[in-house]
């Protein structure tokens, strides 16, 4: 059965769910970043003080607090690569194998459609787990890069190179947060999509969950009060 065959088994609603939460996926993001004057985002909140982070990180002799956190910043985006990693070959293998695909469907007692529908509802979540995976391997080599960069920075604040370092670590920093942040949201839209698997309505469901949950923690968390509490520009 080709692909054009399988779309007849989808629904207006599938196509409406589908493009819903990829709607949702892109808006979201969008407006996390780009959010509304006087309604800053978590995200861009941390903006700030990434800047001041290094903007300290030059008047300190000893750095070996910086180095450790840069540690744990790459640690952690090499933690999700690797896991997006295992779970884009699971759903891989999983498409692979017809028979275990259609005994999975059934054992969920979801309905008896063809082995290709079900591999495209499973495309649809190995969609966010790549754009997750280049992400964060992007955002780990940005960490890199710096970390380079502060070692770089003269133990001097007052070298003429000093606040050129400075400049540069932190907008490497903050663009690597913002790829590590992205790769984070569409595992978040990742888990969303599994509710196709149940079905449309699911599917919406789950969509509108995953962009509640994503606006609340950005604008409507504890942490972003606390954040909001003098933050630095």
Not at 133 to 148: D, E, N, Q, S, T
Request: aromatic content about 10%; proline content about 3%.
């Amino acid at each position: 059965m080709n692909l054009q065959s399988a779309l007849t088994h989808f629904g207006a609603i599938d196509l409406s769910a589908v493009g819903l939460i990829l709607v949702t996926w892109l808006a979201i993001g969008w407006r996390i970043e780009n959010p509304a004057p006087g309604s800053p985002s978590v995200a861009v909140l941390m903006v700030g003080f990434r800047r001041e982070w290094m903007r300290q990180f030059v008047a300190r002799d000893a750095r070996m607090f910086d180095a450790a956190i840069m540690a744990n910043l790459r640690q952690g985006t090499s933690f999700f690569a690797s896991a997006c990693m295992i779970a884009i070959g699971g759903g891989l293998a999983l498409i692979g194998n017809t028979e275990r695909l259609l005994g999975l469907a059934q054992d969920l007692t979801l309905s008896t459609a063809p082995a290709i529908v079900w591999e495209v509802k499973i495309l649809l979540v190995l969609l966010f787990l790549t754009n997750s995976f280049l992400k964060f391997v992007w955002a780990h080599r940005l960490f890199g890069y710096c970390a380079i960069i502060m070692a770089a920075v003269p133990n001097d604040a007052g070298h003429t190179d000093a606040a050129l370092r400075v400049e540069q670590a932190a907008e490497i920093n903050i663009s690597a947060a913002k790829n590590f942040n992205r790769g984070m949201r569409s595992i978040y839209f990742a888990l969303g999509a599994l509710g196709w698997l149940v079905g449309a309505w699911a599917l919406l469901l789950t969509t509108l969950a995953t962009g509640a949950v994503l606006w609340r923690r950005e604008f409507a968390s504890q942490s972003r009060q606390t954040l909001m509490r003098g933050t630095p520009m």
